[in-house]
């Protein structure tokens, strides 16, 4: 069965700082995609990335980055220089390559940032 | 990108009735999911749509509850059948796009 950890439910933090969401995930499959998705406070669900498996390779895509580490099963994600429009619901999820729209949701970081 | 035009985007409902809810894309896809989202909670996946076949519902979720369409490659809806205050959430369609997917703006579920 697969499962999503993230530990952090909620972080509050001021505008510029960094800040990281931690993602732990399990699998028995030996390829697989994990992905992260933004929920503002109006509802919909923003696709961020997904990554495959087997691409470790880091992501950084403006003031977000990913940090894929298959041996600890992590998949963290970091926002630079934070702004108040950040602030979201913040899910990451898993997925079978085969089947990749049946994922598996974390249950959500709430992240704040305040002006 | 594909949009997904999801119907209605919020309703209230009385007990023992029936809601459906409509998933439109503007481009064929093979596949579409449908999540809940429980107020306060992560989303679930609730079944999985092929156009031409039934749909695959994940375990705790029944075809009599939630009975789902999938007429075209373009379409598909939900009901959510015999309501109660405990089917109140947001419902969410699902579908692939070439590098992730993306997601309908969501239905939020009230029932009274």
């Known amino acids: 069965a697969q499962k999503v950890t993230q530990a952090q439910t909620e972080i509050s933090v001021v505008e510029k700082e960094d800040v990281t969401l931690d993602c732990v995930y399990e699998?028995?499959?030996?390829?697989?995609?994990l992905f992260w998705y933004k929920q503002p406070p109006s509802g919909e669900l923003v696709f961020l990335i997904r990554r495959n498996s087997f691409d470790e390779q880091n992501e950084i895509s403006g003031r977000y980055s990913w940090n894929f580490q298959k041996s600890t099963s992590s998949f963290n994600f970091t926002i630079t220089a934070s702004q108040v429009v950040d602030s979201a619901v913040y899910f990451c999820?898993?997925?079978?390559?085969?089947?990749?729209?049946?994922?598996?949701f974390g249950d959500g970081t709430t992240l704040t940032v305040k002006p | 990108s594909a949009v997904i035009s999801q119907k209605p985007s919020r309703d209230i409902c009385q007990r023992g009735t029936s809601l459906t809810i409509q998933c439109q894309v503007d481009?064929?896809?093979?596949?579409m999911f449908w999540y809940r989202q429980q107020p306060g909670q992560s989303l679930t996946l609730i079944a999985t749509?092929?156009?031409?076949?039934?749909?695959?519902?994940e375990s705790g979720f029944v075809i009599d509850k939630f009975p789902i369409s999938r007429p075209n490659l373009t379409f598909s809806t939900l009901t959510v059948s015999n309501m109660s205050p405990e089917d109140s959430s947001i419902y969410l369609c699902s579908v692939e796009l070439r590098y992730g997917y993306t997601f309908g703006s969501g239905t939020r579920l009230t029932v009274v």
């Open positions: 749509a092929n156009q031409g076949s039934e749909a695959t519902y």
């Open positions: 999820a898993l997925s079978e390559v085969t089947n990749a729209g049946k994922s598996t």
């Open positions: 699998t028995r499959d030996t390829t697989y995609y």
């Open positions: 481009s064929q896809v093979t596949m």
